[in-house]
């Protein structure tokens, strides 16, 4: 009967903290800054002809972790990934790449326009777009601030996190700065037009 006890003891230690464990929802910085990288390499054509990132391998299946992940489920958790890989976002991902080669490359390239601090695009020299061009560009400009706020709505959407849409849009907008060639222009964080 002691014995009973005893195990019955141990086996309580063992459940009543797992039982008790809050899990924390926390946004996954570190994952968005990857998946943005990767989501703006793909639109802008790649760094210079460079592979992307290889992915992580997923973490070790010891059986201490899975003993870790039993006992505490949120330590699992910490291994959070951001989705980019749905039909909407892959539809949104390709409009941009097309339109990225066919239109604002070139304007990227002269100058005309730049990124936003806020993760969008923005005329910043009409004079140096052609005049018989500038109603084709404003037209990509906005149609490509549309996809954008759109990809940034449906990533947070599709991670189950609606509230996390500001958060990807900081994340998305410091790639769009980071993977900028050389000559293109950006907001630095005040908002004045810099040049990389």
């Not at 010891?62 to 958790?77: K, Q, R, V, Y």
């Not at 700065?177 to 293109?184: F, L, T």
Request: contains cysteine; charged residues 20%.
């Amino acid at each position: 009967m002691r014995k009973l006890v005893l195990l019955s003891l141990f086996a309580a230690c063992l459940v009543l903290p797992a039982a008790c464990v809050t899990i924390n929802v926390y946004f996954p910085e570190a994952a968005a800054e990857q998946a943005a990288g990767q989501f703006v390499d793909k639109v802008l054509g790649g760094r210079n002809g460079a592979a992307p990132p290889a992915e992580q391998p997923p973490p070790g299946h010891s059986p201490g972790a899975m003993l870790l992940d039993f006992l505490i489920p949120s330590a699992h958790a910490q291994q959070a990934d951001i989705t980019i890989r749905t039909p909407q976002i892959q539809a949104i991902q390709s409009r941009m790449e097309q339109r990225f080669q066919s239109v604002l490359s070139k304007y990227f390239a002269s100058g005309a326009i730049g990124f936003t601090r806020d993760g969008l695009v923005a005329v910043r020299d009409a004079a140096a777009i052609p005049l018989p061009e500038r109603a084709t560009a404003n037209a990509a400009v906005a149609d490509e601030n549309r996809d954008r706020a759109a990809v940034y709505r449906e990533i947070a959407i599709a991670n189950g996190h609606p509230e996390w849409e500001s958060q990807i849009r900081t994340a998305f907008a410091r790639q769009w700065i980071s993977h900028a060639r050389a000559g293109w222009y950006y907001q630095d964080p005040s908002g004045s037009w810099q040049q990389k």
